[in-house]
């Protein structure tokens, strides 16, 4: 099993950024996902997360209206698409298979001016 993340980077604030992740080694249209996220000093905290076809998703309260969580089944994609960014949005983020027990390296997003 393996989740590879990637587009993290450095945005200002009210910017955009768009996080993928990469599944393999397992079948993952038959999982959940979420995004989760860390901030320097802080526990982990579940951003958002999605159902297995897509139908269903659901976020903290933090980031609504301004992320959108997506899969692509066919692809083995998942998306975190991050509109408006916050100062407070830093941190690392991780693609999560919580049903599967598998964690992505993780990819660093910065947002300031």
């Known amino acids: 099993v393996q989740l590879v993340e990637s587009g993290g980077g450095l945005a200002q604030p009210g910017g955009s950024l768009r996080l993928s992740c990469a599944a393999s080694g397992f079948t993952f249209s038959s999982y959940a996902m979420n995004w989760v996220r860390q901030a320097p000093g802080k526990e982990r905290e579940l951003v958002a997360g999605i159902s297995s076809n897509g139908g269903t998703t659901n976020y903290v309260e933090a980031v609504k209206g301004r992320f959108t969580i997506s899969r692509d089944n066919v692809k083995n994609m998942l998306y975190l698409q991050m509109n408006n960014l916050r100062r407070e949005d830093t941190a690392v983020y991780y693609c999560?298979?919580?049903?599967?027990?598998?964690w992505g390296q993780g990819t660093q997003v910065t947002v300031s001016s």
């Open positions: 999560y298979a919580p049903h599967v027990g598998a």
